[in-house]
């Protein structure tokens, strides 16, 4: 009883203390929160948040001069080092003769024959895509020579063939490696990206686009085909799209994978760059990357980086498109394989989803106001959390 009446009476006094001071009150408890929650975090908001900020005004600064380019100027016969590999495979006359709408380099490592087989037979299906969707895309490997180390493991666990007489096999088969002479490693990703555009300035150049992507990348291609159609018939250039880094600070950490030295990129923040995972370009801005690539100090390791500092010096910038991914993954319905251009991180799943999402119930799903409403509905509920969730952003569900 006693008990009870306490309890009320400490009610009351809170009611009363609430009515008095409510103002102050929630003033006071909101600051000690907001200063708790700074206490708490503040390493990783100093490491992550800060440097975010900093390097995000920064960036106003790195996109609008010239200093980058011309501190990474270097000779012609210095920057041609970091293309006259010679070539291995190569297939000059894929495109001769064909109006090539895309052409689509995948890169690759020596050793992910099994991803190159998925694409080959799901997405990056060239017969396929002719004839379902009416247009001509051309799927090619790009990739180096084998780690010698992982070559000897292999060529033993394979018992009679080194990996490099597998690739040649393949390319055999398939017809569509395109390998130069230099270490597949990821510290030489730039190497590929520069085979890439060098390739396509040699032997490809009417493609109207250029896309580059990872091997554990899924496209959307029936999506991408009809929006690259609707893009060439408006006449856009300086047409670069994927998903957006902007103002991203260099990690110095030694640690990490990224870790790039003050010597290599001495400057607070990156140009704006996509995504390496999957993104698209015009054939004029490849045109202009590929002469960018002639003149600028390619060290810098992270090729998504370093198209963005040749983007920087020829005076494009990248545009967001929110159903490309970066390192975030598609949630699996339907109402997102309506829209959906790319995802990232499929290897196993690939053959499942490329069904899943060419599949001609998608389009009678989703078509119609009942179905748009129950789609805007899903996707809320699917990109919208309210803690981070690495995905395509909420706003694409409101497309
Ligand atoms: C580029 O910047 C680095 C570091 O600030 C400096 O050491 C180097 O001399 C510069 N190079 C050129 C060509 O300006
Ligand atoms: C590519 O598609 C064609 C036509 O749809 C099909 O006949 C062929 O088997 C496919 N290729 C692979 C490697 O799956
Ligand atoms: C296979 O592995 C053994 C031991 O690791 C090594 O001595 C041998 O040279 C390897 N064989 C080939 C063909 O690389
Ligand atoms: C990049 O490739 C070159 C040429 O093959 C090689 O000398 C170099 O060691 C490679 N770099 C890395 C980091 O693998
Ligand atoms: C390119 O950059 C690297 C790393 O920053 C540097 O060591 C090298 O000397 C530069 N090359 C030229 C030709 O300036």
């Not at 103002?23 to 206490?39: F, I």
């Not at 590999?85 to 895309?102: M, S, W």
């Not at 989803?353 to 409403?373: D, E, F, I, M, N």
Request: charged share 20%.
């Amino acid at each position: 009883m006693d008990h009870f009446q306490g309890m009320i009476r400490f009610s009351r006094m809170c009611v009363n203390f609430r009515r008095i001071r409510k103002c102050q009150y929630v003033q006071l408890m909101t600051t000690c929160l907001v200063l708790s929650v700074v206490m708490v975090f503040w390493e990783q908001l100093d490491m992550s948040f800060v440097s975010h900020v900093k390097s995000y005004s920064y960036r106003y600064i790195v996109n609008r001069f010239t200093y980058i380019n011309n501190n990474l100027t270097i000779p012609h016969e210095q920057a041609r080092r970091f293309s006259d590999f010679p070539y291995l495979l190569d297939h000059q006359d894929k495109c001769t003769g064909k109006d090539v709408l895309l052409l689509l380099f995948v890169k690759t490592s020596p050793e992910n024959i099994k991803r190159r087989n998925a694409i080959r037979s799901t997405w990056g299906n060239e017969t396929y895509i002719q004839t379902a969707l009416g247009v001509t895309v051309k799927v090619l490997f790009a990739l180096g020579t084998p780690h010698t180390k992982k070559e000897k493991s292999l060529w033993n666990k394979s018992g009679e063939v080194g990996i490099q007489e597998q690739l040649i096999h393949e390319d055999h088969v398939h017809g569509d490696l395109i390998q130069q002479d230099f270490v597949d490693s990821f510290h030489n990703l730039t190497l590929k990206l520069i085979l890439q555009f060098h390739w396509m300035h040699s032997h490809c150049a009417h493609a109207r686009f250029f896309m580059t992507a990872d091997d554990d990348i899924f496209v959307h291609m029936p999506n991408l085909v009809s929006y690259l159609k609707d893009v060439s018939n408006r006449g856009i250039t300086d047409f670069w799209i994927g998903r957006v880094h902007r103002g991203a600070p260099p990690i110095r950490r030694k640690s990490s994978k990224y870790y790039v030295s003050f010597e290599m990129y001495p400057w607070m923040s990156y140009p704006d760059y996509t995504a390496g995972a999957g993104y698209v370009v015009s054939s004029d801005v490849a045109d202009k990357i590929y002469q960018a690539t002639l003149i600028l100090n390619a060290s810098l390791y992270i090729d998504d980086v370093f198209m963005g500092i040749c983007a920087k010096a020829i005076g494009v910038s990248p545009q967001e498109h929110v159903f490309f991914s970066g390192e975030g993954k598609s949630p699996y319905h339907v109402c997102i394989y309506d829209q959906m251009m790319t995802s990232h991180g499929h290897v196993d799943d690939i053959y499942d989803l490329w069904q899943a999402a060419t599949h001609p119930q998608v389009k009678q799903c989703t078509s119609g106001l009942t179905g748009r409403l129950y789609c805007t509905i899903v996707k809320i509920t699917l990109l919208c959390k309210p803690y981070y969730f690495n995905t395509y952003p909420c706003k694409a569900a409101f497309l």
